[in-house]
């Protein structure tokens, strides 16, 4: 089974073996920081763990990510801490992990950087997702479950010609 996440508090993550496909956004919950009584969103990692702990993933696939252009400090902070929370998670889980930038898994689908380009790939592979994948928001998880195809084609060592021809 290969596990693919696109990372960040509203990323999403793939499971994909098998007979088995699950895509779903990374789960959050609402936690209190500082004294006064805001909150804010966090990576619900005792969730995910739950999810993850007793399935026999072979590997994980993370999107490799980077610092934007234009982004403010404290969203960067949080979309980093976030990154390495799930990295934390899966080496904790003692699994073995592969980066790949977006550049790589989109190039092999043949796709640009357009949110709606991964979508509709993701769509054209997994007709059944369609509902999983029709609103804009739903990106992260066209992502994730694109990183995961890719993963898997890799660890197979089916060429990216060979994607088609075994998605069709």
Same mark, same amino acid.
């Given at each position: #089974?290969?596990?693919?996440f696109?990372?960040g508090?509203?990323?999403a993550f793939a499971l $994909?073996?098998?007979?088995?496909?699950?895509?779903?956004?990374l789960?959050? +919950?609402?936690?209190?920081?500082?004294?006064s009584?805001k909150? *804010?969103?966090?990576?619900?990692? %005792?969730? /995910?763990?739950?999810e993850?702990?007793?399935?026999?993933?072979?590997?994980?696939f #993370?999107e *490799?990510?980077?610092?934007?252009?234009?982004?403010?400090v404290?969203? #960067?902070?949080r979309f980093?801490? =976030?990154?390495? =929370?799930?990295?934390?998670?899966?080496? !904790?889980?003692?699994?073995s992990v592969?980066?790949?930038?977006?550049?790589q898994?989109?190039? %092999? %689908?043949?796709?640009?950087?357009?949110?709606?380009?991964?979508?509709?790939?993701?769509?054209q592979?997994y007709? !059944? #997702?369609?509902? $999983?994948l029709?609103?804009?928001?739903?990106? +992260? *998880?066209?992502?994730?479950?694109?990183l995961a195809?890719?993963?898997r084609?890799t660890?197979?060592?089916?060429?990216?010609?060979? /994607?088609?021809? =075994?998605?069709?």
């Amino acid at each position: #089974m290969i596990l693919a996440f696109d990372p960040g508090l509203t990323g999403a993550f793939a499971l $994909m073996g098998e007979g088995t496909l699950l895509v779903d956004d990374l789960p959050v +919950h609402q936690a209190q920081h500082g004294r006064s009584a805001k909150t *804010r969103a966090e990576l619900d990692l %005792h969730s /995910l763990r739950e999810e993850l702990w007793y399935r026999k993933i072979e590997h994980v696939f #993370m999107e *490799r990510v980077a610092a934007r252009p234009g982004q403010g400090v404290t969203s #960067m902070f949080r979309f980093g801490e =976030a990154c390495g =929370a799930l990295y934390g998670l899966v080496i !904790g889980l003692g699994l073995s992990v592969t980066f790949v930038t977006p550049q790589q898994w989109q190039k %092999h %689908h043949c796709i640009g950087p357009s949110p709606d380009a991964a979508r509709q790939r993701a769509v054209q592979l997994y007709p !059944g #997702m369609g509902t $999983m994948l029709n609103r804009k928001k739903d990106q +992260h *998880r066209a992502d994730a479950l694109l990183l995961a195809c890719y993963g898997r084609f890799t660890l197979s060592g089916l060429s990216a010609g060979k /994607l088609v021809a =075994a998605a069709e």
